[in-house]
């Protein structure tokens, strides 16, 4: 059984670029949700996608968009990048059988991103 | 609101128990988690409680919590210099997002 994998691990882009990150869920889970950690902070929940629906939402803006595939593998996508969005980005994956009731998370390594 | 609080610094000696401490505000939270981060690493799970239980022990970690009070707790016995890393607690909000602390970095002395 192989883990929570995210893809690439280091990005560098300048102001205005656009990004896409990736993310392999562990095996058997159909829930992931994605995680913006600041340096020096906590992780700040981005939003959720279940059965390649977003399931839910925290505060952050439009431009922050994501998919997930047949095979539960996932993508965030940063449009009009801002120096603020420098950060780990972390994906989850959790077992969520309803997508109500969304078991323990499981995190991959991140993705550093650095926007210039 | 939604907000998880915990202190910034922690420091022990090898050998010694380690107690880092978490207080929450959301009082529905069904779970509420251990996680510890290494340097450029992601999150790894340590453990969980659910907050119908006021302690869980999983070999060297014990977590209390005081639902009255809404503080959570996780002692580390026998700490040693791996277990050097940040500390982040975390509570489930509804029904699919966790909010998360700010994370105490502990900080083992040999």
């Known amino acids: 059984e192989t883990g929570v994998t995210q893809s690439p691990t280091h990005l560098i882009k300048t102001r205005g670029q656009q990004v896409t990150l990736r993310c392999s869920s562990q095996?058997?889970?159909?829930?992931v949700s994605w995680y913006q950690q600041a340096l020096g902070q906590g992780p700040q929940f981005i939003f959720q996608?279940?059965?390649?629906?977003?399931?839910g939402r925290g505060n952050f803006p439009p431009r922050f968009s994501g998919l997930q595939f047949p095979n539960y593998s996932s993508e965030l996508n940063v449009n009009a990048l801002e120096l603020d969005d420098s950060a780990l980005y972390l994906c989850a994956s959790s077992p969520g059988t309803s997508g109500r009731a969304v078991e323990t998370q499981y995190f991959g390594p991140g993705t550093r991103l650095l926007v210039l | 609101g939604e907000d998880v609080e915990q202190s910034l610094f922690l420091s022990v000696r090898e050998g010694d128990s380690s107690v880092i401490n978490c207080t929450y505000t959301d009082s529905s939270s069904t779970y509420l988690y251990w996680y510890k981060q290494e340097p450029g690493a992601g999150l790894q799970l340590l453990t969980y409680?659910?907050?119908?239980?006021d302690m869980k022990q999983d070999q060297r970690l014990t977590v209390l919590l005081n639902k009255k009070d809404k503080h959570l707790s996780l002692r580390i016995a026998d700490t040693q210099t791996g277990d050097s890393a940040i500390y982040f607690c975390?509570?489930?909000?509804?029904?699919?997002?966790?909010?998360f602390g700010t994370g105490t970095r502990l900080k083992v002395l040999a």
């Open positions: 095996s058997g889970h159909n829930t």
């Open positions: 409680i659910f907050s119908n239980m």
């Open positions: 975390a509570e489930r909000a509804g029904t699919y997002k966790y909010i």
């Open positions: 996608y279940y059965r390649e629906e977003e399931n």
